[in-house]
């Protein structure tokens, strides 16, 4: 493959796209062998709802739902608004811990650049 053939295969979107999966992807593996780690951001109130480990499972599910639905590039800016909605829920309800969750708020501008670039490109 020349290099111009990879260029053209590697479209801004399906950048964005391996980009946001990366980091849902690495969160969902981590959570699934260290959950213990991942649990500490969950927000108290949720607990009187549902069990922390029942809670954990459906996080890490979710991730890895997530990571199919955007890189197989179908309705890509409903994933990334699902992503959107759940990378805000974490900046908000964490907010103290925004020094670490500081990263969040990039990739919800990636996801939002990655609907810019689906809606402008659609037919």
């Known amino acids: 493959m020349t290099f111009k053939k ?6 801004p979107s399906l950048l964005l796209r391996i980009g946001i999966a990366f980091s849902f992807f690495y969160v ?3 959570s699934l062998f260290n959950p213990n ?3 500490a951001f969950v927000p108290s109130f949720v607990l009187n709802f549902i069990p922390i480990n029942v809670f954990m499972i459906g996080i890490t599910l979710m991730h890895f739902i997530l990571v199919v639905w ?3 590039g179908y309705f ?3 994933a990334s608004l699902i ?3 759940f990378l805000s829920s974490i900046v908000l309800l964490d907010f ?5 969750v500081f990263r969040d708020v990039s990739i919800i501008f990636a996801c939002l650049a ?3 670039l689906t809606v402008k490109n659609r037919p």
């Open 114 to 116: 990655l609907i810019v």
């Open 37 to 39: 780690l991942w649990s």
């Open 70 to 72: 955007l890189l197989s």
């Open 6 to 11: 990879l260029i053209d295969y590697f479209t």
């Open 96 to 100: 103290n811990a925004f020094s670490i």
């Open 83 to 85: 992503a959107i909605f």
């Open 76 to 78: 890509v800016e409903y």
């Open 28 to 30: 969902g593996v981590s």
